[in-house]
């Protein structure tokens, strides 16, 4: 991976767990967008969170209802920029039901 690169990825991830993206030593990277998943209404909860591996701290939330009102037309964050490194990285934590999330972003260091 070299500066400017994107940074990107999908999964299927379960109630209860996490998609974690923890850049390699020395690499930088911004986060410029998160979706979650496929469904308008009560069912799929996202936390954007940063964390260390042990303490998480919650930047946003993806809700059906609440904080970020999910519509037919937008599910995610775009434009969004949340700095990451080893130390401190992204997590996006399912608190609701089983669903595809995902994110981009470019290395930057």
Do not use: C, W
């Not at 979650?36 to 260390?52: A, C, F, H, N, S």
């Amino acid at each position: 991976m070299a500066k400017g690169d994107v940074i990107s990825g999908i999964a299927s991830v379960a109630s209860g767990s996490a998609l974690v993206y923890q850049p390699p030593l020395g690499v930088e990277v911004v986060i410029k967008s998160v979706s979650g998943g496929e469904k308008v209404g009560t069912g799929y909860y996202v936390r954007l969170q940063l964390t260390d591996g042990t303490t998480h701290a919650t930047i946003r939330h993806l809700l059906a209802s609440g904080y970020d009102t999910l519509s037919a037309h937008s599910r995610g964050f775009e434009n969004t920029s949340v700095l990451i490194n080893n130390a401190r990285y992204l997590r996006l934590y399912n608190y609701g039901a089983t669903q595809n999330l995902a994110f981009t972003g470019i290395q930057i260091k």
